[in-house]
């Protein structure tokens, strides 16, 4: 079964930093793009961060650019997101998804990050 | 790029059917056929319905059915089922590997 566990979410004051993990089971990690994909509370999903599969592309959304960081281990079978210079409309579940840039598939079930002092 | 147009709720009874519409560009929805679908319920992760336009990933019930015409894709749900209920998000590959996704459509179940 294809399985994606997200961790590393919390409570963080403004200008901090966080970093989450994604671990992926069940397929071969090294073979596809990752993504990580937010919802802000009560808001839509709004795409984030990708990555290739040998980690030699990255893409961002403006909003993220200069501050996260996305990266790969795939002798870990893990992608995570460093999240530095954090700000209040950086608060949302943030998901981890297989996939790049045209569809999603599976997701995991997401990690609330809350920036707030 | 712009959040592609989703119509903020639609509903149906139990045995209807509903159709959410999704509107975007020339440069999104309607220059690739990478349009897909999500389904999210309350505090679940988003698990996608449709892919490439009108394509179902294994498990998802024939009773959802993805179409396009111009800049405006179209998810059908037929047969509504009380399962059905929840938020329905579009989304579109938009070229130079960005992808934009629609707003959200709360599907409800009468």
């Known amino acids: 079964e294809v399985q994606l566990v997200e961790s590393g979410g919390g409570l963080v004051q403004p200008g901090g930093s966080l970093r989450l993990s994604c671990a992926a089971s069940g397929f071969t990690f090294s073979n596809y793009w990752m993504s990580w994909v937010r919802q802000a509370p009560g808001k839509g999903l709004e795409w984030v961060a990708r990555?290739?599969?040998?980690?030699?592309?990255?893409y961002y959304v403006d909003s993220v650019k200069g501050r996260f960081t996305i990266s790969r281990d795939n002798a870990k079978n893990s992608l995570y997101l460093q999240m530095n210079s954090l700000r209040a409309e950086d608060t949302a579940v943030y998901y981890c998804?297989?996939?790049?840039?045209?569809?999603?598939?599976?997701w995991g079930q997401g990690t609330l990050v809350t920036v707030s002092s | 790029q712009s959040a592609l147009t989703q119509p903020p709720s639609a509903s149906g009874s139990p045995g209807q059917s509903v159709t959410i519409s999704c509107t975007g560009t020339?440069?999104?929805?309607?220059?690739?056929?990478?349009v897909s679908w999500y389904q999210q319920h309350p505090g679940k992760a988003p698990k996608v319905m449709i892919y490439?336009?009108?394509k179902r990933p294994s498990g998802v019930p024939d009773r959802f059915s993805g179409s396009k015409s111009g800049n405006t894709a179209s998810l059908t749900v037929s047969g509504l089922q009380a399962e059905d209920e929840g938020d329905y998000y579009c989304s579109s590959y938009a070229g130079s590997n960005n992808l934009v996704f629609g707003g959200g459509t709360k599907l409800t179940v009468l």
């Open positions: 990555i290739k599969q040998d980690g030699s592309q990255k």
């Open positions: 490439e336009v009108s």
């Open positions: 020339s440069s999104d929805v309607g220059g690739y056929s990478y």
């Open positions: 998804a297989k996939g790049g840039y045209l569809w999603f598939d599976p």
